[in-house]
């Protein structure tokens, strides 16, 4: 049942990172997990087997939310805009508990709340900014092909900083169709088995995901420092990245042909994404207690006797 719920939350950051708007980081904070997938990341390798251990079902979900449902969002988003964008925002105000419970409420001074301030702000205005014209594919060259590892470096730092869409970052710079179609055309060649098509698609994700690999690991250090040096401020800017993000999705959203009907099915939707976001965080809210408490017992059986 645990890796179920692994994979399913897996699947929700995965689909959030695809979708112009919502963030990945965001997810992995309303579901409680952000905390202990940035140590898996920043100690891969001091850490291996433990961290591939809770890494790898989170992957699995993901690569199974990006590839399954890609073509479904952009469908339900095409066509049912409003009631699809509620649901993430219930996602996202139902996962808002374990941000509030780290904040430490003695600790915030002008300066956390200045944070707050900027990071909300910012997320709002990037929202407003117009979009830029994205081309269906890419001619690829040796010098696109190093521009798609930069531009996977910029991408993945924003997939995991709560608040900051990554999908919205690549519309920005002009990649977010071409890496889409590449994902949708890939998906399609491996299922016919034509190889040949394979190619076209392959050579435009494996060096973004190169550059998505880079940066993860570049942010999650950083992301990591911060919580240790400054946890009030830091969490104070996650707490406006997050609470801005309903502002952004819904003012990214398309309100064309917007009925009572649609609202009252919007307002079901939301209520559901609340629900499933409290379930999804509900087990992981004990997996770091968990390995605390694991950790405690190793150090008291290993400690040598006086």
């Known amino acids: ?51 591939i251990k809770t890494l790898l079902p989170y992957g699995i979900g993901m690569v199974i939310g990006i590839v399954a449902l890609a073509s479904l969002l952009s469908y339900l988003f095409e066509n049912h805009a409003l009631p699809t964008a509620t649901t993430f925002i219930g996602l996202i105000l139902g996962g808002l508990g374990p941000i509030l419970a780290k904040v430490d409420r003695k600790k915030v001074n002008w300066v956390s709340i200045l944070i707050f301030v900027l990071f909300f702000a910012a ?26 590892v930069v531009i996977g470096c910029i991408a993945s730092a924003t997939m995991i900083i709560p608040g900051v869409s990554g999908s919205m970052v690549l519309m920005l710079l002009g990649f977010y169709t071409p890496i889409l179609n590449a994902v949708n055309n890939l998906k399609d060649a491996v299922f016919a088995f034509d190889f040949a098509a394979m190619v076209q698609p392959a050579l435009t994700l494996v060096p973004f995901g190169i550059g998505v690999l880079l940066g993860i690991f570049g942010v999650a250090k950083l992301i990591e420092w911060l919580l240790s040096r400054f946890p009030t401020q830091t969490y104070c800017g996650v707490l406006g990245l997050v609470l801005s993000s309903p502002i952004a999705i819904l003012l990214r959203t398309d309100m064309t042909g917007v009925t009572w009907g649609t609202v009252l099915v919007s307002l079901v939707t939301l209520a559901l994404g609340f629900v499933a976001a409290m379930l999804l965080a509900r087990g992981s809210a004990e997996e770091p207690a968990v390995e605390a408490a694991g950790s405690v017992v190793e150090e008291t059986e290993t400690q040598p006797e006086e």
Request: hydrophobic share 50%.
């Open 123 to 148: 997320i709002v205005v990037m929202s407003l900014t117009g979009e830029v014209t994205n081309p269906d594919s890419l001619n690829l060259s040796v010098g696109t092909i190093l521009l798609l």
């Open 1 to 51: 049942m645990k890796l179920l719920n692994q994979i399913l939350r897996g699947a929700v950051i995965g689909v959030a990172n695809i979708i112009p708007g919502v963030s990945g980081g965001t997810m992995m904070v309303s579901m409680g997990i952000y905390d202990t997938l940035i140590h898996c990341i920043t100690h891969l390798f001091s850490e291996f087997k433990k961290s």
